[in-house]
């Protein structure tokens, strides 16, 4: 079963803004820097933490009611993680004047 041309590029250019979004956030949790870029990192990660367990909890809860087998994407789960994190740290970044 062959894709159109169309749907491969748009797949291509989501995994390209995906990876990039990934070595985004694990370059701006390892560079050093400042205080000040260190509490917008630490915010950030926090933020990204807490989103990221409190949809683990929603998402074991419904299927715990639902009586259905646990099936988490982890490559999903991973970019959703970076989207957020990258929200969040552009979020503190204005808040915090970074």
């Given at each position: 079963m062959n894709?159109?041309?169309?749907?491969?590029i748009f797949?291509?250019?989501v995994l390209l803004v995906f990876t990039?979004?990934?070595?985004?956030?694990?370059?701006s949790l390892l560079m050093p820097g400042d205080e000040r870029n260190q509490i917008i990192v630490w915010k950030a990660s926090s933020f990204t933490l807490l989103a990221m367990v409190g949809a683990n909890i929603l998402d074991v809860i419904e299927?715990?009611?639902?009586?259905?087998?646990?099936?988490?994407?982890?490559?999903?789960q991973l970019e959703i993680a970076a989207i957020i994190y990258f929200v969040?740290?552009?979020f503190y970044r204005k808040r915090l004047g970074g």
């Open positions: 894709m159109p041309l169309g749907a491969i797949l291509l250019v990039s979004l990934d070595i985004f956030m694990l370059v299927n715990f009611v639902r009586a259905q087998p646990m099936a988490q994407n982890p490559f999903v969040a740290l552009l």
